[in-house]
């Protein structure tokens, strides 16, 4: 993938920022046919009455384990959509409990934001790139550089940032999957 220099803030980072190549419009049109495939299926299911929360909790009683992979693909699909995901985390809680929850609802977590990242990284970077701020991102970036791993975890732990747009965010950086 191509890069391009940057200056930071008060042109204090000298680094790298990834350039985008254009989505095809192949690619516009298939990523736009799933997610509306995505969106009728959730409608469809929501009108056979197959999210009806006693159906819910029944499954969760009944199927553990497919309502585990259930709710952490939700969940996956919410984080990528940008969907809010507070109810999501309070209904882990309540179905498996305050800490059998909180693992449930990071293991959506994870892949969702990992998603979240990929997409913006090599499918939307360019179209995404256009509408936020340049300084935002290079400050991002500094403070990356100067943070590391402590300062993605500090943003994706704090509240303050949604989680959603901020794996988008982090997707047109130069920061590193592994991180």
Same mark, same amino acid.
């Given at each position: 993938?191509?890069?391009? $220099?940057?200056?930071?803030?008060?042109?204090?980072?000298?680094?790298?920022?990834?350039?985008?190549?254009?989505? $095809?419009?192949?690619?516009?049109?298939?990523?736009?046919?799933?997610?509306?495939?995505?969106?009728?299926?959730?409608?469809?299911?929501?009108?056979?009455?197959?999210?009806?929360?006693?159906?819910?909790?029944?499954?969760?009683?009944?199927?553990?384990?497919?309502?585990?992979?259930?709710?952490?693909?939700?969940?996956?699909?919410?984080?990528?959509?940008?969907?809010?995901?507070?109810?999501?985390?309070?209904?882990?809680?309540?179905?498996?409990?305050?800490?059998?929850?909180?693992?449930?609802? $990071?293991?959506?977590?994870?892949p969702?934001?990992?998603?979240?990242?990929?997409?913006?990284?090599?499918?939307?970077?360019?179209p995404?790139?256009?509408?936020?701020?340049?300084?935002?991102?290079?400050?991002?970036?500094?403070?990356?550089?100067?943070?590391?791993?402590?300062?993605?975890?500090?943003v994706?732990?704090?509240?303050?940032?949604p989680?959603?747009?901020?794996?988008?965010?982090?997707?047109?950086?130069?920061?590193?999957? $592994?991180?």
């Amino acid at each position: 993938m191509e890069q391009e $220099s940057a200056t930071g803030v008060d042109g204090q980072w000298q680094g790298e920022v990834l350039a985008w190549q254009p989505l $095809s419009k192949q690619a516009r049109g298939l990523l736009l046919v799933c997610f509306a495939l995505l969106v009728a299926a959730g409608w469809w299911s929501y009108r056979q009455g197959w999210l009806a929360p006693e159906l819910l909790v029944e499954l969760a009683n009944r199927h553990l384990v497919a309502a585990i992979v259930l709710f952490v693909l939700v969940y996956a699909a919410c984080m990528m959509a940008l969907l809010p995901t507070l109810p999501l985390n309070l209904a882990a809680g309540m179905l498996w409990g305050g800490l059998a929850g909180a693992v449930v609802a $990071s293991a959506g977590g994870g892949p969702g934001a990992a998603l979240a990242f990929l997409l913006a990284r090599r499918l939307l970077g360019r179209p995404l790139a256009r509408k936020i701020d340049h300084r935002f991102l290079t400050w991002l970036q500094c403070q990356f550089e100067a943070g590391g791993w402590r300062f993605v975890a500090f943003v994706r732990l704090n509240p303050v940032f949604p989680t959603g747009p901020i794996n988008y965010v982090f997707g047109l950086t130069a920061i590193r999957t $592994s991180s």
